[in-house]
């Protein structure tokens, strides 16, 4: 509990979540009973500890131990059900957080060691989702959710997953995008699959400037031309500032990425697990800076098991101890809507008939 009115009314302000990926979701209580159904061996036995020793590895520094989460995660989700599951509940745990939009990622090429093809991993996340949708409404909550289709990045099946992001486009997914090893894995690893996407006119995110610098976002928003920069949060790097005049001088790519309004989708919490910033706390970490600066920031969970977060959390460590306030709250909620991989359209009637309402609403309230 708080004495802050903010903070308790952060559940009910619409939310929007861009980057928030299906295998770093799941519910703890899900992958002990997913885990048990398979004989796969999990770490802890009850959904409390589990839920502990996933934050833990996550928290402890070493990037084995971090990705390490992810092996259990993934081995509890290779078959339809378990995928159909997953996507299901995820939509239903973010639609009672109150978000209202949110795109969910994840890598087809990591849910097939039992057999099952491409397709059918898409086809599976894509009925959990319309289940998760279908249930949320009956509950009375209204989400919309596309899925993001992820090429790992040390795998070289890049222009087979973009080839099947395209083939789904009208049947669930709305993206593409490139994880895993940022560093030494650029985009111009495979530089055909860019002109490719391009060529089908089809949204693209990549993630850049978590786990390399400024070089890795150049190559994402140039050569991977990016409507969106998974995390972009190094974009710092290519900013200098004098504490003394209290002024910011953007080098050419801050200024690139800014000029166009890339959004970019920060996930603070995550970013200070996994050390992407120099920043060892939510007050010091750069999205404040960023969004001070105008540049076109997203709040994000990235992985809410591994850093045990949602959005409501993200929002409240950000009030208390970065001194947000609802109207940055409402900035970066109407920036990710902006920034959803719908037509304009649809973006316009989710900011002004759903974000703009929502948060009036509640302003309202704490009058
Ligand atoms: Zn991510």
């Known amino acids: ?30 992958v002990l009973e997913l885990a048990d159904a398979v004989g796969h061996h999990v770490p802890a036995h009850d959904a409390e500890s589990l839920a502990q020793w996933f934050q833990q590895a996550a928290d402890s520094g070493s990037l084995v131990r971090y990705l390490e989460t992810f092996d259990h995660t993934l081995a509890v989700m290779q078959t339809p059900e378990a995928l ?57 909550r209204t989400i919309v959710v596309g899925q993001l289709v992820t090429a790992m990045r040390h795998a070289d099946r890049w222009q087979e997953i973009a080839e099947l992001a395209v083939a789904y486009r009208d049947r669930g997914v709305v993206g593409f995008d490139i994880a895993g090893p940022e ?58 500032f004098d504490d003394e005049t209290q002024t910011a001088t953007l080098g050419r790519l801050a200024h690139w990425v800014r000029d166009h309004q890339i959004p970019l989708e920060v996930a ?49 460590l950000l009030v208390q101890h970065a001194g ?22 649809a973006r316009r009637a989710l900011v002004e008939d759903v974000i703009v309402p929502g948060f009036q609403k509640i302003e309202g309230a704490l009058l």
Not at 212 to 234: E, F, N, T
Request: charged content about 20%; cysteine-free.
């Open 183 to 240: 560093d030494g894995f650029p985009p111009d690893r495979h530089a055909g699959i860019w002109r490719y996407l391009a060529d089908n006119d089809f949204p693209v995110t990549i993630h850049a400037g978590e786990a390399a610098g400024p070089a890795s976002i150049a190559q994402a928003v140039h050569l991977g031309q990016a409507d969106r920069i998974g995390h972009g949060v190094r974009i710092i790097e290519d900013i200098a």
């Open 324 to 345: 947000w306030t609802i109207d940055d709250l409402a900035d970066v909620t109407i920036a990710a809507a902006w920034g959803t991989f719908q037509h304009h359209d």
């Open 268 to 316: 603070p919490v995550s970013n200070l697990q996994t050390s992407a910033t120099a920043a060892k706390t939510i007050a010091e970490h750069p999205i404040t800076r960023l969004k001070e600066l105008d540049f076109a920031v997203t709040l994000n969970t990235d992985n809410r098991l591994m850093s045990r977060t949602s959005m409501s959390h993200e929002m409240r």
């Open 1 to 30: 509990m708080s004495d802050d009115p903010l903070v308790e009314a952060i559940p009910d302000l619409p939310k929007v979540v861009l980057h928030d990926h299906l295998d770093g979701g799941l519910r703890p209580q899900t």
């Open 84 to 140: 159909a599951r997953v996507a299901k509940e995820a939509v239903l745990d973010l639609a009672s957080d109150g978000v209202v939009y949110a795109e969910q990622r994840w890598a087809p090429e990591q849910h097939l060691t039992r057999g099952l093809s491409l397709e059918a991993t898409v086809e599976a996340v894509q009925a959990g989702i319309e289940a998760g949708v279908a249930e949320a409404a009956a509950g009375g």
